[in-house]
């Protein structure tokens, strides 16, 4: 099992970016991929989640609205859409593989990728 996230980098307040999640080794539909985030000096922070088998979603509070979360099981990938970004949401992104989108429950997620970097900064 593995996942890679990619896409991260420097951008500017009001940018956007997408990150991928590209998964390989376990069948995506029979999962749900949550995108966690740890800004320096601050705890890791669950961001989104998708369940892929319904396609059901959660989002934080502070990117509801922003933030798109999708996935294309026949590239076994899944996006996140980054849109109006703000210097808060600077942080290392890391998506992760759980039974479920578990809330506040990161140990319940049993597969980490390496994280991408994004840093929003004018």
């Known amino acids: 099992v593995q996942l890679q996230a990619s896409g991260g980098g420097l951008v500017q307040p009001g940018d956007s970016l997408r990150l991928s999640c590209a998964a390989s080794g376990f069948t995506l539909g029979h999962y749900a991929i949550g995108w966690f985030r740890q800004a320096p000096g601050k705890e890791r922070e669950g961001v989104s989640c998708?369940?892929?088998?319904?396609?059901?979603?959660w989002y934080e509070d502070s990117v509801k609205g922003r933030f798109t979360i999708s996935t294309d099981n026949a590239k076994d990938t899944v996006y996140l859409q980054m849109n109006t970004l703000e210097p808060d949401d600077t942080a290392v992104y890391y998506c992760a593989r759980a039974s479920l989108c578990w809330v506040d429950r990161a140990d319940l997620y049993d597969y980490w990728g390496p994280g991408t970097l994004v840093t929003v900064s004018s």
């Open positions: 998708i369940d892929s088998s319904d396609n059901s979603t």
